[in-house]
Structure formats: structure tokens, C-alpha cells
């Protein structure tokens, strides 16, 4: 398969284009050492784990049920996850972690790079987007992009079918000609079903038993270089 079809190329973000992993892993070693926690690695489980949930993910991507971070209901959030931290103070560290890691996934570069002027490339994401600007900035992968659209910066998130029309419509697009990459099958795949744009599916686990259309699926964003001509796109 070749992807020449598309005028329009969008990406999710975090665990497709940049090591969203190693960003939470950097983050909750930061909230250790500033909160200056119990130096373990049953700590930075039991955060790591909270940070994966749905609470601080909702949050994150400022879906509407999101907790407010100085609520009741977020200090209870908390308490029930056996956290005996301050939750503003914990967000706003794990938010300033965050934005100091931007590591592109291995091929990244050289496929966007491959891209460039024969498609509109974009990033969707959902995230904060100071946090999210940061963190592409230092990936390097800022020049390569036409268009940038996030989550906490349109008010609509993954997956919510209005965040992806919204890039279309900045990239001239439309669903027939217009690729979504991602490796979410909730956020990513739904996202680009209910758009009904083309999805490919990347899954480095190698785990694609999550249902739901699919034009290709990948272990690596990266590999979709091999499907790439003079020709191509």
C-alpha cells in the first residue's frame, strides 16, 4: 500500500510521533525528587499508575469530565489512589515534567522529512498546549509541520469526531483524501471512525486486537516509510 491518495497526513502525538512513555517516566521521577518523596520503585509505580489513569488523562486532555485539580472531588480522587499529596501541586509538577521531555520515536524525523511538500502533515493531540508546543519544539519535529490542533486549545478531544474536522478543514481536506495515525484504539481510532477518515493503527506491543476499521496497521510509525516511492504521496 501506498498512501499517494492522501493530501493530508495528521498524526497523533504522544506514542506515535514522540516517546510519551519516557515523558510520564521523566515526569513522576521530577514530582519524587520535588516533593521529595520516598526514592523507590514501588513509588514511581503507584504514580506512574495514577498518572495513567483516568483522572489525571481526563484532566490532561481537558475532556469535559475532567476534575477540576483544587476540587473536593480531585483531593477525594486522590485519597482514594493512596496519594497523601496536595493535587495542584502534584499536577502542576507533573505538567512541568512533562513539557521537558520531547524525545521523537526512533525514524521519526527521517519520516516526516519524506513527507515534507508532498502532503500537509498535522499533529492532533489532546493535551495542554504550552505543554504540547514545548515538548515538539524540543523533539525537532516543529519544521516539518503545517498544522497543529490540541485539545485544551480547540475545546474538543479525542475521541471526539469535531477535533479531527477541525484540522481538516485548516489542512483544505476532506475525509476521502485525509490519513489519521495513531495508537490509541479509544481516542485515536474512534476518533477517526466517527470522522470517518482512513486510520492507521501503530501498536508497538503488536497487540491489534481492539476492534474497529483500520486501512493499515504498524508496530512502528516509522514503517510507514517502506510504503513511501518518488511516486508516493
Do not use: W
Not at 503507584?46 to 495513567?52: E, R, S, T
Not at 508532498?118 to 508546543?133: A, L, W
Not at 477518515?197 to 510509525?221: C, I, M, N, Q
Amino acid at each position: 500500500m501506498d498512501f499517494s491518495k492522501y493530501s493530508a497526513i495528521l498524526f497523533d502525538l504522544d506514542g506515535t510521533l514522540i516517546d510519551y512513555a519516557g515523558a510520564q517516566k521523566f515526569a513522576a521521577e521530577y514530582i519524587v525528587e520535588v516533593l521529595d518523596l520516598e526514592k523507590s520503585s514501588d513509588t514511581l509505580k503507584h504514580i506512574l499508575g495514577f498518572l495513567g489513569g483516568s483522572v489525571i488523562q481526563d484532566l490532561e486532555a481537558c475532556k469535559p469530565s475532567a476534575i477540576e485539580p483544587g476540587s473536593t472531588e480531585m483531593r477525594q480522587a486522590f485519597s482514594k489512589a493512596g496519594l497523601g499529596i496536595e493535587p495542584v501541586e502534584f499536577i502542576e509538577l507533573y505538567f512541568e515534567g512533562l513539557e521537558e521531555h520531547g524525545e521523537p520515536l526512533p525514524g521519526i524525523i527521517d519520516l516526516l522529512s519524506s513527507l515534507r511538500g508532498k502532503c500537509t502533515i498535522g499533529i492532533v493531540s489532546n493535551g495542554p498546549g504550552s505543554v504540547q508546543r514545548k515538548r515538539l519544539q524540543k523533539s525537532g519535529l516543529m519544521e516539518f509541520l503545517d498544522l497543529i490542533v490540541l485539545s485544551c486549545e480547540v475545546g474538543s478531544a479525542k475521541p471526539d469526531p469535531e477535533i479531527l474536522r477541525y484540522a481538516m478543514k485548516l489542512a483544505n481536506s476532506k475525509t476521502y483524501d485525509t490519513l489519521f495515525v495513531g495508537d490509541s484504539a479509544g481516542s485515536d481510532m474512534g476518533a477517526a471512525n466517527a470522522a470517518g477518515v482512513d486510520f492507521v493503527f501503530v501498536r508497538p506491543d503488536g497487540d491489534f486486537s481492539a476492534p474497529g476499521p483500520r486501512v493499515f496497521e504498524l508496530r512502528k510509525t516509522a514503517e510507514m516509510m517502506k510504503f513511501f516511492s518518488d511516486k508516493a504521496v
